[in-house]
């Protein structure tokens, strides 16, 4: 069913239609109406779930944590302070194998206090082990929430689904509402693996040696090492597993695309921009611009960032001269994270260094500073020259010091 | 994915002795009871039990006198500190490694 709605009532769709068990979560700013939707839902009986209020963004996710550890299909979402108050929790659900979703709408981070939208929130947490999938619009969300609950449970890895405050969150944009009926094929009840089970008690993470360690059965345990390990190796494998999540969504619901890239005019572009979320998509304005220029410009957003389906987006942009990416998020005193990760694929994916694109790094937007479509021509126009990438220091836009 | 692999993948403990390994090599101080001391072995009747009460690994019997199991007792002295006859004394390991 088509409907007009915002981006986050398309997640709260997404998840009731997910049958999520458990919801727990702290309201903030622009994440607020995802989960005040959802708990309209519940209280109605819409929705059969426990909604669990907190007073913390840590509690909602150690409150998922425990839910899920006694295998409940559980649900939580956040933004930038909030996302960042969870950050320990986040570490915790990853090495615990935990199969939780969690929408980030994503928001700058203070200080100073901001609640207008970038990336650094979720970009900070790139590191924790979670999967991370970037939405360009209202539909993408929806679907990537109902892909993101089988992601979760083929890998046993959590999965964040980020996007765009308020451009994303706020806005009303026709999509489709999948049908219950074909979302319950696609998803069927969630069968943990293992739960908890007072008839068979278990401590679950507590302190794990250095080594390994026979267990009471005389089994090897595994160490903190191989746990670790374990999840990185499985981290890989999700991407193979996002493939056949997709290829199944594209065979019950009838759409799909390349789950971890999305190219406009990249196939004979000499340069190609690359953003996360829905600046890829204001972007294509300004490649069609300068295709009438006669500028052989593309540009790419990154679905998956968290596995980084790094010999894939190498191979998507080998064959141009310059990367220009765009970001609303920077690792402070480097550069963009995005921009240092394309570096490295291109560095390990392509052949001699004279062979591959430059790639250049633009920060942009943080804290909701405006992005102009005129800002962005200039400085794809700059940039997509034979010397555009000359200079490795990062480009800012839309600076105003007097 | 099945249980057997995904326990593989985290840190699971079962209720059972020595789930954390042979937790008596951490142990730097050892709890000796003195029998003599010790209300159960004075009596040799059960009795008291404080130390078997308090000893937060389950390693002290309630016999006549208490035994400790060293092969997991961490040595944390509580046993010690809660005797009221003071028969438990912590003795340093090392000085027992040169006998």
Redesign the interface.
Known sequence: MQIIETGNVAAALGVKLARAQVIAAYPITPQTPLTEKLSEFIESGEMQAEYVPVESEHSALAVCIAASSAGARSFTATSANGLLYMHEQIHWAAG??LPLVMCVVNRGVGAPWTIWNDHQDSISQRDTGWIQIYANDHQQIIDSVIKAFALAE???IPVMVCYDGYILSHTHMPFDVPEERLVDEFLPPYLP??SLDPA??????????PDV?????GDT??G?M??RY??HK?MLEAIPAFERVEERFRSVFGRGSNPYIEPYRCEDADYIAVALGSLSYHLRDVVDTLRNEGVRAGVMSVHLYRPFPDELIARALSGCSGVVVFEKALSYGYQGALCSDIKSALYRHTGEPGGRPFVVNYILGLGGREITTPDLLDAMRSSCSPDGGSGDETRWIGLRFS | ???R?????????????????KTGSWRILRPVIDPQVCIPGRRNAPACYICWLYCPDGVISRTVPPGIDYQYCKGCGICAEECPTKAITMVEESSLLKE
Not at chain 1, 200 to 209: C, F
Request: aromatic share 6%; hydrophobic share 30%.
């Open positions: 615990a194998r083929e890998v046993m693996p293992y068979d008690p278990a401590n679950l993470n507590t302190v794990t040696m360690r026979p267990d009471v059965r345990a595994p903190y191989e746990i374990l999840l499985d | 994915m099945k249980q692999d995904y326990r593989k993948k985290i840190s699971l403990s079962e209720t059972g002795p020595g789930d954390a390994g």
